[in-house]
């Protein structure tokens, strides 16, 4: 959707939602739109629930510092929206999807899983030699 669309917020999971969304249900003379049928059936079932509910924190839209660590301890972001931080879990307001937390530190996440890997590949390697071999001598 294009930034200079206003957006309103789905009240049942807080989703973006443009302001002419066709999904909309009316409560106590206000309108609100809906970003998938499945929230506006679960609001018209509990509306009261969804409009008790105390607002998620403000969501900081900054960038990691350069040079510094990844991310601080509590801090989750969008994968989808890198620009998108907040202080503990919740959801992304511009997609909607769950936020990750922040991984600090400068190791590498997928070190294991690459030794894992290798350690196959030699043993595969190692295996399929003799194979070959067999299979392929008299043609030498």
Do not use: N
């Amino acid at each position: 959707m294009p930034d200079t669309v206003e957006h309103l917020v789905d009240p049942v999971c807080g989703m973006r939602v443009a302001p002419d969304a066709p999904l909309k249900a009316e409560h106590a003379a206000q309108p609100y739109r809906f970003c998938s049928r499945h929230c506006l059936e679960r609001f018209r079932a509990d509306p009261e629930s969804f409009l008790r509910r105390e607002p998620e924190p403000a969501t900081e839209t900054a960038h990691a510092p350069s040079g510094g660590p990844a991310g601080e301890p509590g801090l989750y972001t969008c994968p989808m929206h890198p620009e998108v931080r907040r202080r503990g879990p919740g959801s992304c307001p511009i997609c909607g999807m769950a936020l990750e937390p922040v991984m600090a530190g400068t190791e590498d996440p997928f070190a294991a899983e690459l030794a894992e890997m290798k350690r196959r590949l030699w043993t595969a390697s190692a295996l399929t030699l003799p194979l070959l071999a067999v299979a392929m001598g008299d043609m030498l």
